[in-house]
């Protein structure tokens, strides 16, 4: 029965604490494809030390990430929830196809390009320049059919594609193409203090984003601060990109559309408007962060999750790396 279901990977990096971004416009989407789906959800914890981490926040995010997979309501009976880092098929795999990758294309990345410049005092590690054959390793390895991702993603997917034609070409047909999956309800959450900028965890100004984890009380006094504009109006539209992101996300949150939002806070002004936004997303998160809680007091049953998760994570990948060795030309070690 599996067989014939689609394969769908995807993964989050336990870099910093997630924010409602990633769950509005990651994980909330995840659940509703984890049945009609064979999903492969993994921590890329490998992904993560690409820029500088300490050890310690590691460990403990990369269990907050998994807990907060689970709390969202990603099922793992029915998906294959991993810490990539366990399974040793995603380095290796990734060593393979940086033989493929030109020095070129990864130093056009855009992401390359912004991180970079961000790093630039410190130092640029070989690791970010590679990252995107990594991530194409974690897609591969498992012929995924669909990567649900970011718009921010879709140029490390193209190379993904790319690399998967180019082995398939030089040897003979192994790899499927994976396409960028993104669902229609998944929202895209803007910067709170600049709008027309994407919410990052990565932010320096924690008033720019709300955290899965941030307790009622920060939620409002985040939302309050909220930059809007003069006009007054709850109007979904660009020239009011701060409006129009607190309406997208009550949407992706309620469900409601657009237009039944404005109409609800039409003659209505900001103060009122905002108040809401925050109760909403409390009334969203608060079961969440408790569920969180819980699991990371059950540190056995966490661990039961990854063991399982990694094991059918290697099994799968172990059988594509195999045969990507052998087309190379390497002697395998076991017939
Ligand atoms: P990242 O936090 O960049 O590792 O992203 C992990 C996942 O969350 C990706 O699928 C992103 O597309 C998604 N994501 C991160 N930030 C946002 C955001 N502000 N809006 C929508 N999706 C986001
Ligand atoms: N690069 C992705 C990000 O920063 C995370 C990621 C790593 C990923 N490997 C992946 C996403 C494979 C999808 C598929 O958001």
């Known amino acids: 029965m ?34 009609e789906y064979d999903c492969y959800f993994c921590v890329v914890d490998l992904h993560a030390i690409t820029v500088k981490q300490e050890p310690k926040n590691l460990r403990q ?11 969202s309501g990603i099922e793992p009976s029915k998906n294959t929830l991993f810490i990539q880092s366990h399974v040793h098929t995603h380095a290796e795999a990734a060593w393979l196809l940086n033989c493929f990758t030109y ?16 790093y630039a005092e410190t130092s640029v590690s070989a690791g970010l320049l590679n990252y995107p054959v990594l991530m194409a390793a974690d897609i591969l390895i498992y012929n995924a059919d669909l990567v649900p991702v970011g718009q921010d993603q879709k140029q490390h997917l193209e190379l993904t594609r790319d690399l998967a034609q180019r082995f ?56 309050s601060r909220a930059v809007t504009d003069s006009l007054g109006i709850v109007k979904y539209n660009d020239e009011q990109p701060g409006v129009k992101n607190l309406i997208s996300i009550i949407s992706a949150i309620t469900g409601l559309s657009v237009k039944e939002i404005e109409e609800k806070y039409e003659g209505k002004g900001y103060a009122e408007f905002k108040e ?20 990371l007091d059950d540190k056995t049953y966490l661990q039961s999750v990854y063991k399982e998760g990694a094991q059918k994570a290697l099994y799968v990948s172990n059988k594509m790396v195999r045969k990507m060795k052998k087309k190379i030309g390497f002697i395998p070690f076991e017939k």
């Open 61 to 71: 995010r990369t269990l907050e990430v998994l807990a907060i997979y689970l709390a």
């Open 2 to 35: 599996e067989q014939n279901k689609k394969v769908i990977f995807s993964g989050i990096q336990p870099s910093g604490n997630l924010t409602i971004g990633n769950y509005l416009g990651a994980l909330k989407n995840w659940v509703k494809l984890q049945d």
């Open 103 to 118: 020095t070129g294309e990864l130093s056009r990345m855009t992401q390359f390009k912004d991180k970079s410049r961000k």
């Open 168 to 223: 398939n070409n030089l040897y003979s047909p192994t790899f499927k193409l994976p396409e960028p999956y993104i669902p229609e309800t998944a929202a895209k959450v803007m910067d709170l203090q600049e709008p027309t900028k994407k919410m990052s965890k990565s932010s320096d100004n924690p008033n720019s984003y709300i955290l899965i984890m941030d307790p009622p009380e920060v939620i409002r006094k985040k939302i």
């Open 276 to 295: 809401d936004v925050a109760e909403i997303i409390i009334n969203e998160l608060e079961p969440i962060q408790k569920k969180v809680k819980e699991l």
